[in-house]
């Protein structure tokens, strides 16, 4: 089962869960979601009209929780754990996971001293080892480990909860690519019409030249027709014993030989 269908699974269930339970029940059911190992999104419990309610009660910290798994990260919950409930050790993972997906999302190139602040380990093969199994195993990133460089290569980032505000960012970032986009399409349409049109002028020029071509091989040849049609007719009048040399014998007066005595 791809990690998808298994987020779209697992989101469904808690979301029946966070509406059929209220109170202690539904703290106990945020702490499940978020210490589920195959869970990584929680807007759609977020938004259960029971989970809105514990607002201004006492199980309004398991509220404050639920948030922080939704858009917040390690660090976050560092520096606001005495307003928050105890994390359990499947809690910790989770956020820590978060966090690394969290920078993911933003950057190609994670160093490894950046990820050894964020997530709290304490050398190379500790965070190694956690990018390994709990990041991509999880399926949540895809990345190359560069030990020689000291730094994560991000490939695949899996999507976060979008944060509050978040969303109309996201809106005006896709209207600015979308209209970079048309700009770019009309300029390869213009291009492509300019290059059509240059093909035929090319294709024109070219017919231009080739019956230029023609005309002038023509013109060698009838040229060398006439010269060959000359040059027999002044080997026929020039032969010895042609025509001309024989009318010319003809006009000739004859000579009388003189009578025989």
């Not at 001293?113 to 050398?123: A, C, F, R």
């Not at 027999?232 to 003189?258: A, L, N, Q, T």
């Amino acid at each position: 089962m791809d990690i998808e269908h298994k987020q779209a699974e697992l989101i469904g269930h808690f979301v029946k869960q966070a509406e059929t339970h209220r109170g202690s029940a539904l703290a106990n059911v945020i702490v499940e979601a978020t210490s589920d190992s195959s869970l990584f999104a929680f807007s759609e419990i977020l938004a259960a009209p029971n989970v809105s309610e514990l607002q201004g009660t006492e199980y309004s910290v398991f509220l404050d929780m639920l948030r922080l798994f939704a858009h917040g990260t390690w660090s976050d919950y560092k520096s606001n754990a005495g307003c928050l409930p105890q994390l359990v050790p499947d809690q910790v993972r989770k956020l820590k996971q978060l966090s690394v997906l969290t920078l993911a999302e933003t950057k190609k190139v994670l160093p490894y001293d950046q990820l050894m602040l964020e997530i709290d380990v304490l050398n190379v093969r500790e965070l190694e080892d956690f990018l390994i199994n709990e990041c991509m195993y999880a399926g949540i990133v895809r990345g190359k480990l560069d030990q020689l460089r000291r730094c994560f290569e991000v490939q695949f980032a899996a999507g976060r909860d979008l944060r509050p505000g978040q969303l109309g960012s996201m809106i005006q970032t896709l209207t600015n690519w979308l209209a970079t986009s048309d700009n770019l399409l009309l300029s390869i349409q213009e291009k492509i019409k300019w290059a059509d049109m240059t093909s035929e002028v090319d294709k024109k020029h070219k017919k231009e030249i080739e019956d230029r071509v023609e005309e002038v091989k023509k013109s060698l040849s009838l040229k060398q027709a006439d010269m060959e049609f000359q040059g027999h007719e002044e080997i026929f009048y020039s032969e010895p014993g042609g025509v001309m040399d024989y009318e010319e014998d003809r006009s000739r007066p004859k000579r009388r030989r003189p009578p025989i005595s």
